[in-house]
């Protein structure tokens, strides 16, 4: 039981970038799924949250209007555009499962649901 995150590179300011995440050993449509994120040196940052269907979505403040969370019913995945992107975006991205279903209102109480991780994907953000 696992979870892939793929989509990571590099892009200049400004730009646009999509992340994918996926399950290995179980349903992702069955469970929340979040992205979080962490740069060398600062603390993992929670970045957005989808739940369970009806799909309700939590952002953080730092990427509301310029990240959109979604899912992908089809291929079972959890895609995060990310639009707009800025130097503070750069950070490894990765994605966790939290198998209550259910999103936290808050962003900043997300992983504390959390039960499994990701390993993560590179986005570097460049001037």
């Known amino acids: 039981v696992q979870l892939q995150a793929s989509g990571g590179g590099l892009v200049q300011t400004g730009g646009s970038l999509k992340l994918s995440c996926a399950g290995v050993?179980?349903?992702?449509?069955?469970?929340?799924i979040a992205w979080f994120r962490q740069a060398p040196g600062n603390e993992r940052e929670p970045v957005a949250c989808i739940s369970r269907a009806p799909n309700r979505i939590t952002y953080a403040d730092s990427v509301k209007g310029r990240f959109t969370i979604s899912r992908d019913n089809t291929e079972d995945t959890v895609n995060l555009q990310m639009r707009s992107l800025q130097a503070e975006d750069t950070a490894n991205y990765f994605c966790?499962?939290?198998?209550?279903?259910?999103?936290?209102?808050?962003?900043?109480?997300?992983?504390?649901?959390?039960?499994?991780w990701g390993q993560g994907t590179q986005v570097t953000v460049s001037s």
């Open positions: 966790a499962r939290d198998r209550s279903g259910y999103c936290a209102r808050d962003a900043e109480y997300l992983v504390y649901g959390m039960d499994l």
């Open positions: 050993g179980f349903r992702l449509s069955d469970n929340a």
